[in-house]
């Protein structure tokens, strides 16, 4: 049992080093089967899922297992565990059923942690997804970024107020609300107000309907931080203007810290009342510019590992080098290739995502990839059958023999089924012929394997996606 305990924890560090999709299509079952004074061997359900470790993460476990147990262990190995699904196997974990269980938990202790320091006047006030750490920086944001780090160490006293603008789109809003997020994790008895500025537009009518203007005013009186996003959008709202004019010079006098954005820097927002304009320059203003392409990559990137999302690094570089004018853009063509992976199953695709940033009028180049990068588009043209298993025997890391043979494990099957089902719907082979291919194999036994994998796919998201990575890899 203690070996159990152990094993959970080294893959609680690996769901933390890995992408949701990884981890779940590669740790299917794991047990831990030895332990030697350098080294931990661990048991997997098959040689296709231990050639598979031993491949692509061999580092990640081995970093994991020495977090639980110790520099000393140096060496960790893989074995076929036959008695894995054996339910007296205490040592063994089914990762699937772990991994929802581990998200469940860190799930309640996040919640938990919010409970412990917003209280019930702030909820609702900033939002919890933004902070500081998943806000990229590049260069010409890093003076922002800087300058709300200093806000966030000594709140009314640097910086203040703080100016921030930029076009839209950059991140304003994020580094705005991330601020607030942080000074309210660091300083508890501290109360933060966010607002746009038409919701104080709003917030004000409202009050003056109601004969009720001056309790308004004590709200924002009360406040430590206000935050004000896309202030030109006070224009010609000359009572508005007043109302902020009055809690601006409160709050400052009283060395509560204000952050403000725009779209442009105060003097340039002439509709506005000159006295709120240089109020707006008492601090400091620091502006936010277009992300380079390397932080437009970086972007799209960190949005996908946030949504669990696996993009391939030729699709990022495309979308990273057609969609240049702000960050909301790219999470926009992000959400919408999510979306057509839920809705049809079909995995991100140089082609596809082409024609999409065509039809959303984006300039698009298909051939941006290799005429900068020097590389080959990773599709080709398909020539024979032999293409076909040659790109599943690749994508699953095992011989083609083995793919072709009569051996009916179910690293072998798996891989086969695949090969017969692209064969006969992409190549429109006859089940005959098929069955040549496979050593003499009969009519009813390749129409068998053709139509379970459809049931298969259909049932397992994590297969799907592999048939239509392979798919997309030889450009069929």
Not at 172 to 177: D, G, S, V
Not at 188 to 194: A, E, F, G, L, S
Not at 199 to 221: D, G, H, L, Q, W
């Amino acid at each position: 049992m203690e070996n159990h305990y152990k094993l959970k924890n080294i893959l609680s560090h690996i769901i933390a080093s890995l992408k949701k999709q990884d981890f779940l299509v590669y740790f299917r079952k794991i047990s831990l089967t030895d332990i030697t004074e350098n080294s931990v061997t661990f048991g997997t359900v098959s040689s296709f899922m231990k050639d598979n470790l031993e491949a692509k993460f061999y580092t990640t476990v081995l970093k994991a297992t020495q977090n639980e147990f110790g520099p000393h262990i140096t060496e960790v190995s893989f074995v076929v565990d036959n008695t894995i699904d054996n339910p007296s196997n205490t040592d063994a974990i089914d990762c699937q059923t772990f991994y929802k269980e581990s998200q469940k938990s860190s799930k309640w202790a996040e919640k938990k942690a919010q409970r412990e320091w917003v209280s019930p006047e702030r909820k609702g006030s900033v939002n919890s997804r933004y902070s500081l750490i998943n806000f990229i920086v590049w260069a010409d944001n890093q003076l922002a970024f800087s300058a709300c780090e200093a806000v966030t160490k000594n709140p009314g006293k640097s910086y203040n107020p703080l100016y921030i603008y930029g076009d839209v789109g950059l991140g304003k809003t994020h580094l705005l609300q991330a601020t607030g997020n942080e000074i309210q994790k660091k300083f508890k008895d501290k109360k933060v107000t966010y607002t746009t500025a038409d919701k104080f537009i709003t917030e004000y009518v409202t009050a003056v309907k109601k004969r009720n203007v001056e309790r308004m005013r004590e709200k924002f009186r009360d406040v430590d931080v206000l935050i004000v996003d896309d202030v030109q959008f006070l224009s010609k709202k000359e009572q508005t203007q007043n109302e902020l004019y009055n809690v601006f010079n409160i709050l400052y006098d009283g060395n509560k810290q204000i952050i403000i954005s725009g779209d442009r820097v105060p003097k340039e927002l002439t509709e506005l009342e000159p006295r709120l304009r240089s109020r707006f320059e008492w601090g400091i203003t620091v502006d936010i510019g277009r992300p380079d392409f390397e932080t437009r990559l970086a972007i799209i990137q960190e949005k996908a590992r946030e949504k669990e999302f696996m993009i391939p690094q030729d699709v990022a570089e495309f979308i990273a080098a057609n969609v240049t004018e702000n960050v909301r853009e790219l999470e926009g063509v992000l959400n919408q290739m999510i979306a057509e992976y839920e809705l049809t199953g079909n995995t991100p695709s140089l082609t596809r995502i082409a024609e999409k940033l065509q039809k959303l009028s984006f300039t698009t180049d298909i051939l941006w990839e290799s005429r900068n990068s020097g590389r080959q588009r990773a599709t080709t043209s398909i020539k024979s059958y032999e293409d076909i298993i040659d790109a599943v025997s690749r994508h699953f890391w095992i011989e083609k023999d083995g793919i072709l043979g009569q051996n009916r494990k179910k690293e072998f099957m798996i891989p086969r089924q695949v090969s017969m089902y692209l064969l006969k719907t992409k190549m429109n082979y006859t089940y005959e012929r098929i069955g040549n291919i496979f050593n003499g194999r009969n009519h009813a036994s390749v129409l068998y394997s053709c139509n379970k994998l459809e049931r298969l796919i259909k049932k397992d998201k994590n297969l799907l996606y592999e048939v239509n990575a392979i798919k997309d890899g030889i450009g069929i």
